[in-house]
């Protein structure tokens, strides 16, 4: 007897679907829109989806990320062990990942990460596994995210970050892409922010 | 310009009073019009509802009778957009590949009554008269497979002495869909209350289109409501003038 | 019963009949399709070169369903390099048994789901109940369906048909919640309080899949809650059901659908978590991670040239929002988890044009175009219901309606029969008409007298009036 793939892939085959060709694609146009307009678009479209959007100086860092955790009273802080040091929030208990278990990482109230690359057309930060980043799980379980972000990591259009992520794909690194806190439209379409990830998302756009 | 008319079936039968008014609006245009007694139908109710084979037969009836016109006007956008939108896929079906071309080439030169006056003719003042408040129904085929777009509003806004009024939710279809109002009635029912509804809020006494298909449905409704707003077929309106009235 | 399957147990007609009479439910479904629709069209005209990027979807889609064995190949070989296993079901028979027999294998008596109208599809939840596996729903929507022992209603928002005050009430009654209102803010977090616990515990999930990628293995979901990034980073085995057309050949064909699905589904620029994740990495996720590509008819609309345009679909809801006879008619009028125009033309398919309920379903629709013009990859919905309305009589023997038609063909295909066919229809309309009107149609025609009056054929009809006009001249 054949088995199930030999069975459909026989199938596919007889159905032969001839190919019309009409596919061309083609290579990612880069924005032409001044950078500026690009980062200040991004900031205003991450705050429509109900970011809170703060921009920074690179200096002013790590008193910034502070006060963004103060401001929700977030007091126990994970990171990605690589997560470089002038990130890291000072005067906050701040603990790397070491690859703890889901119990305890719910008892972190919120975590700092870097991010791939963001978003203007739709608000949307990527990460993609990559250095200050860590594991997915981190990000997803302290109900209070602060992304950092360089005002020279946002990007135009979808096209032109899903093109920017192909070597993190390559190299089967997961990404989750974040717009907004999470969110449901299910009870009668009406839009309530803050379901299972993370409630609070905090954006620090970084001055190049 | 020799005009080749198509009545369709259902004016033929039950709106003849549609038919007269095309002809008095395109002669007051100073076109001569024709009309081919041997034509009968497009087929679009047998290829809707599933008799394929019987709709290839009164399609070729209707490609044989109107193949060497110059042009067709029909006052129907439900039956032109049959005729240049489905002719030649339910030829190709059938893989009838000479039909599906003969088919191809009538439909470049049929059109429905208000784009042909609009984009055809670039006309947009035909000089009537029709002294009534008029709410305009968008048919869902002239709208959305012909894209006749706001030509009938064009025409609608020159005409003397009408009143326009908006009708809300206007691009939502009536419901009656042919065949699905006598196998699908309570869903059909449903949506031409909304549409009745609509139509009434306009405060009009009549409502236009391009289709008496759809209208039938709407007067049925209006009717059967003893509503005073009355259907009117877009045809009517723009024939009428101080001298003739058609509806 | 949360999971409805595509066996429509009646007819079009006859299902509509129910939410047609409950107030109620068409009142929600009206508030929300109007609402949704909206916002589409703002999301919509946000982008300019947004017919590009639909003609550039059904392209991308026309291609992979072109050379489809080639790419579940290379979509399997990249998956298992990356660490993940692919199994491959002819059926939803075969696919339960398939998720059931993982489940097993790790002793689980509970898993959690990410919505996926794939498993509904294929009745997975009854099946591993079957096995003592009790599947946890943990999309809001697919939760109170689930709780309230309902059926989905929509693609996007199976429990559209329930307002906010109904939910409340359920989740009183099923969650214990006391002191609950109808706050959607409320509502939306007792779900996360009674689910958190499922997701830090449980060790199996389950999910469908948006797209699966097949140069790099890379399988997306498109979500808005986080309950998918939950089941698909936190259990120890990962179990994603596909179709297999929803396999897209590369990574950037992905930079079309992402900007299509969000603005077409929810009406945002985007949603807010999009995970894509290629079989296992260590240290990050599952560790054990299962792909299965599920047939259960594909195959057959596959092999039909033009019924295959519908395997361009993304789910995203939007022909159902704008669709006249679903917002009257509700999606359990179709009888299928897939439910609106696309269920119209997908259900009866799947099935091989062989469920004689499921063939009336191409018929439940007026051909108006709105789907057409909304749908992201341009499936031609209206051109495919006519055309499987014609597939659904192919075998069917004659019939009232059958006769009728062929008598009016006959009648229609020479204008001499023709004009005598408009003198008999005058004759025998005789005994109906009253003040030039008939109010009452007799056998398959009285449901249109019901509501509505029928013009009664003139005296003249417009070739004796042209024919009278000549001969004056």
Redesign the interface.
Known sequence: MPSAKEEILAKIQKASVSPDGSLVRSTVEHSSRPQQEIVEQFAEYAAEYRANVIRVAAPDLKVAIRDALLARKSERVLVSADLPTEMRPEQCDVTDDEGFYHLRLDQFQAVVTTCAVAVAETGTVVLDAGAGQGRRAITLIPDHHVCLVREDQVVDTVPEAVQSLYEAVRAGRPLTWISGPSATSDIELSRVEGVHGPRILDILLIRS | MKIDLFITCLNDALFPRTGEATVRLLERLGHEVRFNPAQTCCGQMHLNTGYRSEAIEIMRHFIDVFESSEVVVAPSGSCVAMIRDLYPRAAEWAGDHELQERAVALGKKVFELTEFLVNHLGIEDVGAYYPHRVTYHPTCHAARVLRVGDAPLKLLRKVRGLTLVELPLADQCCGFGGTFSIKNPETSTAMLSDKIQNILSTRSEACTAGDNSCLMHIGGGLSRLQSGTRPVHLAEILASTEDEVFA | MSSGGIKPAET??VA??ET?NNSQM?R?LG??TM??REKRLKAVAE?SNWEEIRT?GA??K??A?????EH??TLEESVKR?GGQV????DAA?AREIVAKIALAHQVKEVIKVKSITTDEIELNGGLEAHGIHAIE????EL?VQLAEDRPSHIL?P??HR??AE?RDLFRKKLGVKDLTDE??E???A??TF??EK??HVKVAVSGANFA?AE?G?VCIVE????G??C???PDVLISLMG?EKVLP???????F??LL?RSS?A????????????V?E???PQEFHLV?L?NGR??V??DE?G?QSLRCIRCSACLNVC??YE??GGHAYGSVYPGPIGAILTPQLLGMHDANAN?LP????????C??ACPVKINIP?VL??L?????VGKGADL??IA??T??W?????AR?GLG?KL?RVGQGPFVKDG?IHRMPG??S??T??????A??K????????HREIQR
């Open positions: 079009f007609a509509a009949h047609l068409r929600n508030r929300a609402t949704i982008l550039q392209a991308i026309d291609e369903m072109a050379h489809l064995s579940l190949l990356a199994h491959w079901a002819r075969e943990t999309d809001l929507a109170i928002v429990a559209i307002n906010r939910i959607p803010k509502l939306a977090n779900a996360r689910l958190r997701f830090l990628i790099s890379t808005s809650e986080g309950n990034r939950m698909l980073t936190l297999i590369r990574w950037e064909d992905t930079a079309a992402l900007q969000p929810t945002e620029r985007m949603n807010p978590y999009t995970s894509f994740w290629s079989g990495r240290g990050d996720g590509l047939d195959t057959d596959l092999a033009v295959r006249p006879v009257r008619a009336t018929f439940a629709s007026t051909l108006c175009g709105a057409y013009d051109e006519i055309y309305r014609g597939k659904s009589r309606e059958s038609m062929k009016m063909a009648f229609m295909t020479d204008a023709f408009l229809a009107v398959m025609l449901g249109w019901d509501a509505r009056d029928m013009p054929v003139p003249q009809s417009f070739r004796e009036w042209w024919k």
